[in-house]
């Protein structure tokens, strides 16, 4: 069984930057996709991006081309760098994985803790 956990969240002013990590343990990441799901107060999930196990990656519309998954597999991580923040980026960031990618509905098998991202304008 997977474990997940997110680091790097954090304050940032519109505009700024930031990386999320998502280290895996228990099960190689290399053989999932991993994707990340932000959660904002009193909306639903929403699937911002994915790396899929064959190496095809995902995005959401609504990042408009400001985030890049990576992954660095002998670490068993993933990570999300964020760039051109805005306010409503605003959210709780959760690392996520399944076999496949889930852009639509994020109804992944593995969830991380979340990690708290506040964009202040």
């Known amino acids: 069984e997977v474990q997940l956990r997110e680091s790097g969240g954090g304050v940032v002013q519109a505009g700024g930057s930031l990386k999320l990590s998502c280290a895996g343990s228990?099960?190689?990441?290399?053989?999932?996709?991993v994707g990340w799901v932000r959660q904002a107060p009193g909306r639903e999930r929403e699937a911002v991006a994915c790396?899929?196990?064959?190496?095809?990656?995902y995005y959401a519309d609504s990042i408009e081309g400001r985030f890049t998954i990576s992954s660095d597999y002998p670490r068993n991580s993933v990570y999300l760098q964020m760039d051109n923040l805005k306010p409503e980026d605003t959210a709780v960031y959760y690392c996520?994985?399944?076999?496949?990618?889930?852009?639509?509905?994020?109804?992944?098998?593995?969830w991380g803790q979340g990690t708290q991202v506040t964009v202040s304008s």
């Open positions: 996520a994985a399944d076999a496949a990618c889930w852009m639509r509905s994020p109804l992944y098998n593995a």
């Open positions: 228990g099960f190689s990441l290399e053989r999932l996709s």
């Open positions: 790396v899929a196990v064959d190496g095809a990656i």
